[in-house]
C-alpha cells in the first residue's frame, strides 16, 4: 500500500456490515440495491439468529441508515473481486483511490482486487465503468470486472434474460452480453501490438510487435510477448534456458514485482505466466499491475491467446485455465477482436461507514 494509502488506512473507518447473498437461482431475483425497508428485514433475518443479536442487529442497521454509508456490492469473476458501486447519479467516484485501497485491503477493509464504478455513460455508450486496482491505482480495463459489470447493471436496472451494454472505458468501447445461462460474453475488441503504445520499450521483434523478446530479470533471460488490451500484458512460456514453464512451481510473489516494476514497462504491466497443454487449451497464473497475485485476471486471458498465436503455440480459440476457473477466449480473424466468456456473480451487499 502506498503511504497515501497507509494513512488514509487510519482515517477511513470501514466498518462493514456483510451479509452473504442469496443463492443464484435463476427464478430468483437478487436484493434490490436502492435501500428497501422489506429487503432490510430480510438481511437481519438472515444475520441473525437468537432475539438478543436480532435486537443488536436492528440497532446497528437503524445507525448504519443515518450515517454517511458507502453501499456497495461484493461480485466475483472467477475469484476476482471487486466492489461494485452504483455511481449512475455522477461522473465522479464516491470514493478517493485512498478509500479504495482501504476497502480493497483484506484485514482492515472489505477485501477485494479493486472497487469498480458504474457511472453515466458518454459518447453514446450507455455506461461507463471505472476502476481502482487495490493499491489505489487507475487501471484503463478490466475483463473480469466488465462481466460482474454487466451483472451488476442488470440487477440495478431490474433487468431479466440476455442483455449487452454499450460500455465506455480507457480501453475504449467494450460490449457485455448476458446469455441465458447467466455467464457474460464480451467483446473485448482489438489487441494493441505496437511496442510504444502497450507501451513497452522493448525492441519489436516482428513487424511492430514485441513477440518472443529476451527480457532479464531475476538473473533469466525470459521470452516474453507484450500484448494491450487497452491495459499492458507481458506474457511469457518460459525462459530461455527454460523452455517449458510449470506454472505451479512459480513462486510468484518474488518474481512477480520484478516484472510489474520492470525498467522496459514505462506504466509497470501485467504479467501471464502460461503453461501449453494443449493447442486450444492453456493454463495461466497472473501477477496483475496494482494488485498483485490474483485468481484470475479477464485481459490477461485474451492478451494469453493473442501472445501464443503469435508465437505459433495455439489456435485462435481457447480455454485458459486460471486458478479461479477456465475462460472460454477466441481472437477472431474476421474482425480482429477477441472474445471472452466467464461467469460473474453476487457475493454479498454491504454498507461501509466514512
Ligand atoms: N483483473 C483484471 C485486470 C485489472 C487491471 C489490472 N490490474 C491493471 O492494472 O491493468 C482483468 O480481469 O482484466
Given amino acids: 500500500m502506498s503511504s497515501a494509502a497507509a494513512a488514509a488506512a487510519t482515517s477511513f473507518a470501514a466498518k462493514v456490515a456483510a451479509t452473504p447473498a442469496p443463492a443464484p437461482a435463476p427464478s430468483r431475483r437478487c436484493l434490490p440495491l436502492r435501500w428497501n425497508p422489506s429487503a432490510r428485514r430480510g438481511v437481519a433475518a438472515m444475520a441473525v439468529s437468537t432475539p438478543r443479536s436480532a435486537a443488536a442487529a436492528a440497532a446497528f442497521l437503524e445507525r448504519r441508515e443515518s450515517e454517511r454509508a458507502l453501499h456497495f456490492v461484493k461480485y466475483q469473476g472467477l ?27 483484506r484485514n482492515f477493509g472489505v477485501g477485494a482486487d479493486g472497487v469498480i464504478f458504474v457511472m453515466p455513460g458518454v459518447n453514446g455508450a450507455d455506461y461507463t465503468m471505472r476502476i481502482f486496482n487495490s493499491d489505489g491505482s487507475e487501471p484503463e480495463m478490466c475483463g473480469n470486472g466488465v462481466r460482474c459489470f454487466a451483472r451488476f447493471i442488470a440487477e440495478l436496472e431490474n433487468l431479466q434474460g440476455t442483455h449487452s451494454f454499450k460500455i465506455h472505458t480507457g480501453a475504449g468501447l ?3 452480453e448476458i446469455q441465458n ?5 464480451v467483446d473485448m475488441g482489438q489487441p494493441i501490438l505496437s511496442g510504444p503504445d502497450i507501451p513497452t520499450k522493448l525492441p519489436s521483434t516482428k513487424n511492430e510487435a514485441v513477440v518472443q523478446a ?9 521470452q516474453v510477448t507484450c ?41 509497470r504491466t501485467n504479467t501471464e505466466f502460461v503453461e501449453v497443454l494443449s493447442r486450444s487449451h492453456l493454463k495461466m497464473r497472473v501477477w496483475e499491475r496494482g494488485a498483485g497475485a490474483t485468481l484470475a485476471c479477464g485481459t490477461g486471458a485474451c492478451a494469453v491467446v493473442v501472445a501464443a498465436v503469435l508465437e505459433g503455440r495455439a489456435e485462435r480459440k481457447c480455454v485458459v485455465d486460471l486458478p479461479g476457473g477456465p475462460l472460454e477466449i477466441q481472437w477472431r480473424e474476421d474482425d480482429n477482436h477477441i472474445y471472452m466468456t ?13
Fill in 342 to 354: 466467464g461467469p460473474a456473480e453476487a457475493v454479498f451487499y454491504g454498507s461501509a461507514v466514512h
Fill in 214 to 222: 529476451d527480457l532479464a530479470v531475476d538473473g533469466s533471460t525470459w
Fill in 181 to 185: 445461462d447467466g455467464k457474460v460474453k
Fill in 174 to 176: 467494450i460490449i457485455p
Fill in 79 to 105: 475469484g476476482n473481486d471487486f466492489i461494485m458501486v452504483d455511481n449512475r447519479d455522477s461522473a465522479v467516484p464516491k470514493v478517493t483511490p485512498e478509500e479504495a485501497a482501504k476497502l480493497c485491503d
Fill in 227 to 267: 500484448v494491450s488490451m487497452g491495459n499492458p500484458h507481458c506474457v511469457t512460456f518460459g525462459t530461455k534456458e527454460l523452455k517449458v514453464l510449470h506454472v505451479d512451481d512459480l513462486k510468484l510473489s518474488d518474481i512477480g514485482p520484478k516484472f510489474e516494476h520492470h525498467e522496459m514497462f514505462p506504466a
